[in-house]
């Protein structure tokens, strides 16, 4: 009987594939499952935030128009209200599954207040010069921040107080200004339980009139530093 070349080939292949599906058995696979956070009478919904509880705090716009914040825990969905406007946008919810965001006061202003939700009730965070405000970010030790509009146009980073609530502009605490380099930090979007800040700010160089060759950066602060982060080589940045 000849060498029959093709026969070892087919075979090789056939043992090459037996090999290749014959995994072992520590090598786990992966699953993951879709979950619908309704059912709500709802055009559309956006997920915001989840906690390591896998609750969720999300946004959805009702058929009438209406968009409200929703915290979807043990199968359930629940409409968390607004402030008073019929409005309110979830930004992030902690392992203690209180969520914050903003809100609008009314139906008839478009003044907007930042918000904490937590068993059951809905905070107003107030803001800063009687304008708008946006809570982003809040951990476990009932430390909030985020943003607030001024009398001058302007948008700032805050962090609310975890007592009062009362919202503290972040340019007046942090050290922004010294000799050689100036910041103006305009947002702050998270806060861990360590009370370290991550945001984004205009830096550049003290002048007269302000700040000099400012750029977009993104920066950290724990309380008594202030640190850029940079930008890899680039011009801007954002944390």
């Known amino acids: 009987m000849g060498f029959d070349r093709g026969r070892l080939l087919i075979s090789s292949l056939v043992i090459s594939v037996l090999l290749l599906y014959t995994a072992p058995a520590s090598a786990a696979v992966t699953s993951y499952e879709i979950v619908d956070l309704g059912p709500l009478a709802t055009a559309s919904s956006q997920a915001a935030s989840i906690n390591n509880n896998g609750h969720i705090a999300f946004n959805a716009l009702a058929v009438d128009g209406t968009e409200h914040t929703y915290l979807y825990r043990n199968g359930q969905s629940e409409d968390i209200g607004s402030l008073g406007g019929g409005f309110s946008l979830a930004r992030h919810i902690n392992e203690l599954d209180e969520v914050v965001g903003h809100s609008k006061l009314s139906v008839w202003s478009g003044t907007e207040h930042a918000f904490r939700y937590r068993d059951g009730q809905m905070t107003d965070l107030g803001a800063l010069d009687s304008e708008s405000s946006w809570a982003r970010g809040n951990n476990e030790n009932g430390v909030i ?16 107080d975890p007592t009062t609530g009362v919202p503290r502009a972040l340019n007046q605490i942090a050290p922004v200004w010294t000799p050689t380099r100036a910041w103006d930090l305009q947002r702050a979007n998270a806060v861990n339980n360590a009370g370290q800040i991550v945001g984004v700010g205009v830096v550049g160089t003290p002048s007269f009139f302000g700040i000099s060759n400012g750029a977009m950066r993104g920066f950290m602060y724990d309380g008594l530093t202030l640190t850029e982060l940079g930008a890899l080589g680039g011009y801007t940045s954002n944390a």
């Open 145 to 160: 921040v985020g943003e607030a509009y001024t009398r001058f146009s302007a948008w700032v980073a805050v962090i609310f």
